[in-house]
DNA sequence: CATGAATGAGAATTCATTCAT
DNA sequence: AATGAATGAATTCTCATTCAT
């Protein structure tokens, strides 16, 4: 591993343990067992890793899609769409808050969707496809669409794991609720 | 207004403009003109001023909507909380950025629903009496619902405004389809 | 003595003993005893001392002209404000080429002229007494003279101070030297 | 041009921009279009380059002195020395000051008369040659009056070029000043 | 209660210097 | 000879916090 990616996962590490605020150059080039001055070289401020680790997050994120997704037909799709999505959160869900709150100190919030874009553009293809194939109605924007599907899935993922601790039971009475919603929309 | 109250807003105003990490005390307490010390008679530190910001926030909001929430039917009053989640999310949504901001960074990350619990709250008994009235289906789960419900409008909205800078005919077009959803769900 | 006072001595001792370059704040706060912080409550850098510096030295060379420039004549004053200047160039010639290396350094090379102002002043207002008593050539410049004449003792004064180490009575026939020139001048 | 050429301009460039305290050996192998540890090949430290500077300064004047310095008599030949003086001065008044500043900082203060010992040379050439022509007076010592004549006509080109900004016109008055001076005293 | 000058621990940052290639 | 990435000691600078007034 290089040594820019060493800094990179050695920050993640030490945000995610200490959170943003309470984190120091330093703690991170212990961890990644670098020179202080080496961490120069590479970026400018502890913040400016940011963008880093939400790249390195989003590359995570579209890998376990594209190899999770799948079935034969929009409905066995868009369920394991929900499924992968719901996991995902459940992985991920300290890293994303933490890219989050790291954006919104460095007023580069509106970077956000650009950092999202790839996994948004993944929902779209598949839309894409299905349309094509008769499965959607014809009116359907699948731009617009893929936000709307994305935002609203994360949007209860994360409310199920983010704040509640919620019991697998109760996820799964989430996640039919939402597949009904979206079978429906589209 | 008091110093405890002068304090609170200052650190709003500077927190908005500078981000939680590169605000100081020293800041807060010159955009509030007392001195340095008159902080701690009233704060431990700045991220302790948090919560304090959050209640604030949430009062504001739920003045907004108790005055603004109304209409005859089900469809009319869920109609008009949409307008008023969007409009809301579009004054506070810095706001509500940087307080979310905040408590990721003091592991409250628990208290971000504690906090959204009095609209939460609002937003339910509005059901409870729906119910009540025959106007919904039987089998609701009104605390369930209210979050969904509050959950899927502001991830729309925030999308909208966060996001975006959407035109104010996309976002009619969103609230519309919000609306079928929603008096569909329930 | 206020801390201000306090970080401008140690400066100049500072600077004396290791100059501009191998001086650190932390050895004046030292030496000023006082904490680290409060240095930039009063200065932003090493460096900015520099101005207060000059107008201490300033002040002192002001203080040891008055005190002791004097005479009958037109000749007895410029000797003694030969004798002056000599005596003056061999007590503060560090701290003049200090000053004169810090104002090098940060471009305020022009200041050099507005901190000797008050020098230059106090040789013109000699000049103008003499030349209003007729000991002096009625199309005399005094603005002008003033200036050639701490330039040309000055210059003198240096060379045998700074670079030379020159004998006592080498020095004074250079003094004679001058005063013959300065008098065939005025 | 080979490398230690490209380093000393490139420090020359360097030094003058930021001032000795803000350069560093990483600008100026920048700007040298060399490696870090190139520099080092060829000297210590940035200040270790100083001598070398003052090298290729007094070089460069005492080619413009060689080649601009005539005159049938004595007078026209100080007239030329004055205003070659005025001219390098000008020329040169902020890599003159710069070295200054460099040897000030580093205890050298001593070597700046060997720097100059060239130019006074020059100087004192001419008047052996004068003296013996039987120009000058018979006892004028000519090594001391070198200096003398050197530092006061510098003293006063420095004093219109360094810190004036004076008029074209001004510095012929001063010139003119200067002469008779020196025609008197030698 | 209120003040604000002073503190000093600790974090950010720089940069001369090295050394394996 | 030349390179330039890496180093880490040294410095600057910040800022939460205190405390005498």
Avoid: C
């Amino acid at each position: 591993m290089n040594k820019e990616e060493r800094i990179i996962e050695s920050a993640i590490d030490v945000f995610l343990e200490k959170g943003i605020e309470k984190s120091t150059v330093s703690e991170i080039v212990k961890k990644a067992e670098i020179a202080q001055g080496t961490f120069y070289l590479y970026f400018d401020s502890k913040l400016s890793v940011m963008p880093k680790i939400a790249e390195v997050m989003v590359v995570k994120m579209l890998n376990e899609l594209s190899k999770n997704v799948s079935g034969e037909t929009i409905e066995e799709e868009i369920k394991s769409v929900i499924d992968i999505i719901f996991t995902l959160t459940k992985e991920y869900k300290s890293l994303t808050t933490l890219i989050y709150a790291g954006l919104t100190q460095t007023q580069y919030v509106g970077d956000w969707e650009k950092i999202y874009a790839p996994l948004y553009h993944f929902i779209e293809n598949l839309l894409i496809v299905r349309k094509e194939n008769g499965e959607t109605r014809e009116t359907l924007n699948t731009t617009f669409t893929s936000k709307i599907l994305f935002g609203s899935i994360e949007s209860v993922a994360e409310q199920m794991y983010l704040y509640d601790d919620s019991s697998e039971e109760k996820a799964n009475e989430y996640k039919e609720e939402l597949l009904k919603f979206i079978l429906h929309g589209i």
